[in-house]
């Protein structure tokens, strides 16, 4: 009898590394450790050595030798980026023969907000594919920092492909009211860890209708654009209703928005992947659950795989980029490639690229009237079990906010440049005046077509003018 | 005389609750003793929501219809519907055993098993698998394959499923409130029977029940169901539009569909306005005619194209002789007839039950096409009237066109 072996060491292997930006970055290291993610380096980066040195990640690099001098950044972003600008160099090592970085990183704070935009760029440098896992503070934590999150959201979303972001508020809505605290932040941990150990699979495993890097790269094409935005759904799920309830926990992802965001994506990434026992029948079954949520234009990119390693789970992970308003270019479009001047960081120029936006990264900032507590106690502290939930927000979306919702007030981030304000613009003409409102059905379970929810009524979504 | 000739068909709607109580003649006619119902609450889109207020309509109901025709209910035929509820067609295949060349009995049982082992979701069970056809060693159209020589029996079947734990729900409401539950319908397919008769089945017909929260189809070719299924739109919806556009309460919202609601635009003078009256005669708010006309124009339109879709999608549309037929509560409303024929472009009637006597201006009406259906539906279903497995059988086909 013939014996094949499947020679896993002679696939072209893509190398990952997630990397752990600041206090938040590496409590989601932790996580991801405990998960068991295989397959990828763990880099911690902080300024803060003593977080640096309760790390479990294998390489760590510490950020301000001379700026911080050991200590955090004290959630001041300048500093942060003062730092991280120092420690270019060792950045720039830790990152270099990556094909895929995942950065993890909680903005608001100071290694994580000011660094970010530095170690994306630095990154894309080296070829990389970036994406950005990034956490928005809690609204109690001020509005200061809230501002300085955004900002620091705004920059990352320019230097990597993609940015996932998650706002700590609503954490509370995939966690049970009577959880302890410690069990929502553990919740929210383990749905983060879960979100980057999907992409990480996608990426790597062989499959038997194989997705990977390229494909990945497809679905999140110019989500690195502004006004676009990612979205992203990952459900496990084990028994007699696996396939449906793997599904339905992928679209239960607050990103998702129960699948209704899907409708308007052009390519969708569908990665199934289960222990020997997954069945033709199940995936069919998923993939007719889930067609009935995307629109016939959409381009699917299926994938599925055998994972010995699942047992008796399937795993679902959707991805999909939403194009922002301006019509997307469907060509390869050159990577904007940052371009640092008046920094020790600065890369000549790549050739053949069209460099979009050519400016500092030191955001020439109006001094604040009002003194900005320095605060001692390491960011980490306050930054630490930043997680999960939903991002996207609403007035994002290129279809009707299918909930009322009082978020309006949450206006985009300040945008002190011209260039910022464009995709500013855009989301502005979104702002629906009135929420659409789904009436006597609003508790009811909605009833979904081709994407449409068609308990909103008719005129509304037709834009009929009543009046 | 082991037949009971009285049966009961319970249908639980999303606007109302409805329990018709018929007599059953030999002849296959039905007379129609009572008809009971009660405003329906806690079911939205045709599945009950609140299982205590369900549970006291239904009561009501039945009582209602029990003072009606004096009966005492012991049992329904209850009508089920929904959004998720769905129908296919499958071929069931069966190897005759090396022993014998005759095709008996037992192997009706094992092609409609064979028949039911698809892949449906795990969460479903099946409501209904309709015989279509026999083939034998792939000979075309049998009818009756019994003692005919062959190798392979096989059969097409339309299945019918749909969650299991929300069918049951149903079946637990009614049982809780008294009555047994003798066999759990489809609403179309009971509808259906009331509707048609042979001839239409045999040219094909698709029969649309746009009820209060569902629109349930079913579509019938050469004398077999080919295609069935539930959209959960339906009136709920149209008032639900007209609430949110005109601004106004879901109870006015109700009475203006219905006093006022037409489906056809243009019709009405520029600027014509209705005036809202409250109970007292207050003249209240105005709204204007065309506006609440485009709502719900825009709405039925919409869950016509979208049935549209549907049905296109299995290409029976164009071989419908006998064309549409319209019934359930919004059918009332003006002109939407045309609108149908507009759309699906075939005639469309508007119909209600028919082939029964008794109360009649009961069966008159087309929200209660689907209650006298079950009655029908039971009728033929009454398993000790013909004798014999094959009696039976031959019963079970003729309801649904075979013969």
């Known amino acids: ?467 | 005389m082991a037949r009971d000739p009285i049966v009961v068909g319970l249908e639980i709607g999303t606007s109302k609750i409805c329990a018709v109580v018929g007599e059953t003649r030999g002849d296959g006619t039905i007379r129609i003793l009572g008809v009971g119902q009660a405003p329906s609450r806690g079911v939205r889109k045709g599945e009950i929501v609140d299982f205590e207020t369900a549970g006291k309509c239904i009561r009501e109901a039945l009582v209602d219809a029990e003072e009606k025709s004096d009966v005492m209910i012991g049992s329904v035929y209850l009508g089920v519907t929904g959004g998720h509820i769905v129908g296919f067609n499958n071929r069931g295949a069966v190897n005759i055993p090396e022993d014998r060349d005759e095709i008996c009995e037992e192997d009706f049982e094992d092609v409609q098993a064979s028949a039911r082992e698809v892949s449906i979701p795990a969460q479903n069970m099946f409501v209904h698998s309709i015989l279509k056809n026999y083939y034998v060693d792939g000979q075309d159209g049998v009818l009756n394959p019994i003692g005919m020589l062959g190798r392979k029996l096989e059969a097409d079947f339309h299945i019918i499923h749909g969650v299991a734990t929300r069918i049951k729900n149903s079946v637990r409401c009614v049982k809780e409130v008294g009555p047994d539950v003798l066999d759990v319908v489809f609403n179309p397919l009971a509808t259906a029977q009331v509707l048609l008769d042979q001839n239409q089945k045999g040219l094909g017909a698709l029969v649309v029940d746009f009820g209060g929260g569902t629109m349930d189809y079913l579509v019938y070719v050469d004398g077999a169901v080919r295609q069935s299924g539930s959209l959960a739109i339906g009136g709920d919806h149209i008032t639900n539009d007209i609430s949110l556009g005109l601004r106004i309460p879901m109870a006015k919202a109700e009475r203006l569909k219905i006093d006022e609601g037409s489906v056809i635009l243009g019709n009405s003078r520029p600027g014509e306005v209705i005036v809202l009256k409250d109970e007292t005669g207050f003249a209240g708010k105005e709204v204007e005619r065309e506006m609440l006309n485009t709502i719900i124009h825009c709405r039925v339109r919409e869950a016509f194209e979208l049935l549209k879709k549907r049905l296109e999608e299995e290409g029976h549309l164009p071989f419908l002789g006998a064309g549409l037929m319209l019934t359930g509560g919004c059918s009332l409303l003006k002109g939407i007839n045309h609108l149908a024929e507009e759309i699906f472009g075939m005639p469309a009637h508007l119909t209600h039950a028919q082939t029964v006597s008794g109360l009649t201006s009961a069966f008159e009406n087309p929200q209660f096409s689907t209650a006298i259906g079950l009655i029908k539906y039971a009728d033929a279903m009454q398993p000790e009237r013909p004798t014999g497995l094959f009696g039976r059988l031959r019963k079970k086909l003729s309801i649904f066109g075979m013969w």
């Not at chain 1, 983060?192 to 790597?204: D, E, G, T």
């Not at chain 1, 055998?306 to 301006?326: E, M, N």
């Not at chain 1, 009002?370 to 106690?377: F, G, K, Q, T």
């Not at chain 1, 980490?380 to 079990?385: D, F, G, H, R």
């Open chain 1, 1 to 467: 009898m013939i014996q094949l072996h499947r020679n896993s060491a002679s696939q072209p292997d893509v190398r990952i590394k997630v990397i752990g930006l600041g206090g938040a970055g590496g409590n989601v290291l932790d996580r991801l450790l405990l998960d068991g993610l295989r397959d990828a380096e763990l880099v911690a980066i902080n300024t803060d050595a003593q977080a640096l040195t309760a790390s479990v990640a294998e390489q760590k690099v510490q950020l301000g030798r001379t700026t911080t001098r050991g200590l955090g950044a004290g959630g001041d972003p300048e500093i942060g980026y003062a730092a991280a600008e120092e420690g270019a160099e060792e950045i720039r090592r830790a990152v270099e023969g990556a094909q895929l970085i995942i950065l993890c990183v909680g903005l608001g704070g100071g290694t994580g907000s000011g660094g970010a935009r530095i170690v994306a760029s630095l990154a894309r440098e080296q070829k990389a594919l970036v994406i950005s896992f990034a956490t928005l503070p809690f609204s109690f934590e001020g509005k200061r920092r809230r501002a300085q999150a955004d900002e620091a959201l705004a920059a990352l979303q320019r230097y990597s492909d993609v940015v996932i972001h998650f706002e700590n508020d609503r954490m509370g809505d995939s966690v049970a009211p009577l959880a302890g605290i410690h069990e929502a932040f553990v919740t929210a941990d383990q749905n983060l860890s879960q979100s980057i150990r999907a992409i990480a699979r996608v990426v790597r495993q062989r499959g038997l209708v194989h997705i990977g890097f390229d494909e990945l790269a497809t679905a999140l094409r110019g989500a690195g654009e502004s006004g676009a935005h990612c979205v992203f759904g990952y459900g496990e799920a084990e028994g007699d209703n696996r396939a449906h309830e793997a599904l339905a926990r992928a679209l239960k992802n607050p990103l998702m928005n129960k699948g209704r965001m899907l409708e308007s994506a052009r390519n969708v990434l569908v990665n199934i992947a289960g222990g020997p026992s997954m069945t033709l029948n199940e995936v069919n079954i998923l993939m007719e659950e889930l067609n009935r949520h995307i629109s016939d234009q959409t381009r699917v990119l299926f994938g599925t795989a055998v994972d010995p390693g699942l047992g008796q789970k399937i795993s679902v992970t959707v991805v999909s980029a939403l194009q922002g308003q301006a019509p997307p270019v469907v060509e390869l479009k050159p990577r904007p490639i940052a371009r640092v001047e008046s920094s020790p960081v600065s890369v000549p120029p790549a050739p053949a690229i069209s460099a979009p936006i050519a400016e500092p990264f030191v955001v020439p900032r109006t001094p604040e009237p009002e003194p900005e507590p320095v605060r001692l106690e390491p960011a980490p502290v306050i930054l630490a079990p930043v997680v999960v939930a939903e991002a996207v927000p609403l007035f994002d979306e290129p279809e009707p906010a299918p909930e009322p919702t009082p978020e309006p007030a949450r206006t985009p981030p300040p945008q002190p440049k011209p260039a910022k304000t464009k995709p500013a613009a855009a989301k502005q003409e979104q702002m629906q005046f009135e929420p659409v409102t789904r009436g006597r059905f609003e508790k009811s379970e909605p009833t979904i077509v081709d994407g449409q929810d068609l308990d909103v009524p008719t005129f509304l979504r037709r834009n009929v003018k009543v009046r």
